[in-house]
């Protein structure tokens, strides 16, 4: 594979790859949300209406000559960043880059009432999963007061307080003192592809390196949240940690932890422990989820309400063992290859290899995190294992329940 990395003249780095013979071309702009939301909901509102009309497209127009040219553009909110994507056939490429390029510079924001009821409506929904609900409560009480911690309940509560002025004025805000970044990934010629995102993104506000204004969260104490829904049939718990993320050393530990707990599937110690031999689960697993300033790690159980005590009982278990004996060589190995073979199968496409390289850069982790951090993993040991389980899995955890 071919690289290159340079910067347009408004300082936007640029990362583009060639991946020859493949028909379809994948960009990804990230821009950075340095400032904590002045209302929950506020950034979702915007990924949302950036895609319905701009100065020179009704939402209409715009979504007829998306779907006629088979060029599909994407805005969504994650919690660093606004990600906007385009995916489309070769030949197509300036056609759809000069489509996202108004997007990004000239959305007028003028469906606000629709899209911000058309939220609403969407976020009753989901509350209403039991899943999603215990989900909240948990993220909501972990990262209780910061930027991390906003919920789906709490958006429910500040979307009709939210105007359209606020969401223009916010947007204006991230784009005009934000780092951005640029990953193009396809059959791609690299001097027209540099013409081009010159000509397209050359003149939208510089990419600048911000402190960012969000702390680092921190959970002092243990926290219990009972959540209680009358409908429901099961009880479902999540108990979780905040922990470091992919600036620390123990990044590569936590992520074959993660492996060996929960997220290998029928192969993770949680899967054969609480549901193959106590038949408690039916859904068992864990996850670790990384963003700028920390990370959490959780383990969540879906179980009869009578299971409860001993699902948590179970939870103990697992943890206490993991802290107290060290995992086997081919444990260990397997789980190594394990996270090989899911991270190989994500970079298959150039959509998701363009996702991951604007994702690095934006997090100023190099576009060659991919190769360094695989290296790290491959050089963990079982001690370092136990040793990032005992400094994590403390007693300063998160246990939310919700049962009927």
């Not at 680092?216 to 959540?227: C, D, I, N």
């Amino acid at each position: 594979m071919t690289t290159k990395i340079y910067r347009l003249k408004n300082d936007i780095e640029v990362f583009e790859q060639v991946n020859p013979d493949s028909p379809r071309v994948a960009l990804c702009l990230n821009i950075r949300t340095e400032a904590p939301e002045e209302v929950a909901g506020m950034v979702t509102l915007i990924t949302r209406l950036m895609l319905q009309g701009t100065h020179t497209r009704t939402a209409e127009q715009l979504a007829t000559e998306l779907d006629n040219n088979a060029i599909d553009i994407s805005v969504d909110a994650r919690t660093d960043y606004i990600r906007v994507k385009l995916l489309c056939l070769n030949e197509d490429f300036e056609h759809g880059l000069e489509i996202l390029a108004d997007v990004v510079q000239n959305s007028t924001f003028e469906e606000f009432d629709k899209e911000r009821g058309k939220l609403s409506g969407e976020l009753v929904a989901e509350l209403d999963s039991p899943k999603v609900k215990v989900s909240d409560s948990f993220f909501g009480t972990l990262y209780k007061g910061h930027p991390y911690g906003i919920t789906n309940a709490q958006m429910l509560d500040t979307l009709p307080n939210i105007t359209q002025d606020e969401v223009i004025n916010r947007y204006k805000s991230v784009i005009k003192d934000s780092k951005k970044v640029i990953s193009v990934v396809g059959d791609i010629d690299f001097n027209k592809v540099e013409g081009l995102l010159e000509k397209y993104l050359g003149e939208i506000p510089a990419s600048q390196e911000i402190v960012p204004k969000i702390d680092k969260p921190e959970l002092v104490k243990p926290e219990y949240v009972e959540v209680i829904k009358s409908d429901a049939n099961q009880a479902h718990i999540m108990k979780g940690w905040i922990v470091n993320s992919y600036d620390s050393e123990d990044y590569a530990p936590l992520l074959l932890l993660n492996v060996i707990l929960g997220a290998s599937g029928l192969s993770s110690r949680l899967f054969l422990e609480l549901r193959e031999k106590k038949g408690l689960a039916y859904v068992v697993r864990s996850a670790y989820e990384s963003y700028a300033q920390c990370a959490d790690f959780y383990i969540y159980i879906a179980t009869e309400p009578k299971n409860i005590e001993v699902s948590l009982n179970g939870f103990k278990e697992e943890i206490d063992k993991i802290k107290s004996e060290l995992v086997s060589e081919e444990e260990l190995e397997n789980a190594k290859n394990n996270l090989f073979g899911k991270w190989a199968f994500s970079l298959e496409t150039n959509n998701n290899q363009a996702i991951s390289y604007a994702g690095y850069g934006i997090l100023g982790l190099g576009f060659d995190f991919n190769t360094v951090i695989r290296e790290k993993v491959k050089a963990v040991t079982p001690e370092h294992l136990r040793e990032c389980a005992r400094k994590y899995f403390t007693g300063n955890n998160v246990l939310s329940i919700l049962k009927p």
